[in-house]
Nanobody
Framework: QVQLVESGGGLVQAGGSLRLSCAAS????????MAWFRQAPGKEREFVADITRGGALTSYADSVKGRFTVSRDNAKNTVYLQMSSLKLEDAAIYYC??????????????WGQGTQVTVSS
């Protein structure tokens, strides 16, 4: 069993930065690839980024490529999402997930509760 708790969301001006964290409980964190998804009001949840179990490989949605960076620290059981040059359209609830695979269609084994990111003009 893995429990995921996101933090770091908040209100930021367009062009600003935020770093989200997702802390995992349980001894098996490093067994899972990890992913970030987001869901804006009235929209479906969408893939943002993911990272392999060891952290060597990452992938990103085109909409965030070059602006967001996903990383993980297996010693701290934590995955991060560094978000820069934030746009209004980045506003959403951000969720981390421990997944069974990689890519936007990977099935999630566990989900966090989400953290709200609001971007103001």
């Amino acid at each position: 069993q893995v429990q995921l708790v996101e933090s770091g969301g908040g209100l930021v001006q367009a062009g600003g930065s935020l770093r989200l964290s997702c802390a995992a409980s349980g001894p098996t964190f490093s067994n899972y690839p990890m992913a970030w998804f987001r869901q804006a009001p009235g929209k479906e949840r969408e893939f943002v980024a993911d990272i392999t179990r060891g952290g060597a490989l990452t992938s990103y949605a085109d909409s965030v490529k070059g602006r967001f960076t996903v990383s993980r620290d297996n010693a701290k059981n934590t995955v991060y999402l560094q978000m820069s040059s934030l746009k209004l359209e980045d506003a959403a609830i951000y969720y981390c997930a421990a997944t069974y695979g990689l890519g936007p269609r990977a099935k999630a084994a566990y989900w966090g509760q989400g953290t709200q990111v609001t971007v103001s003009s």
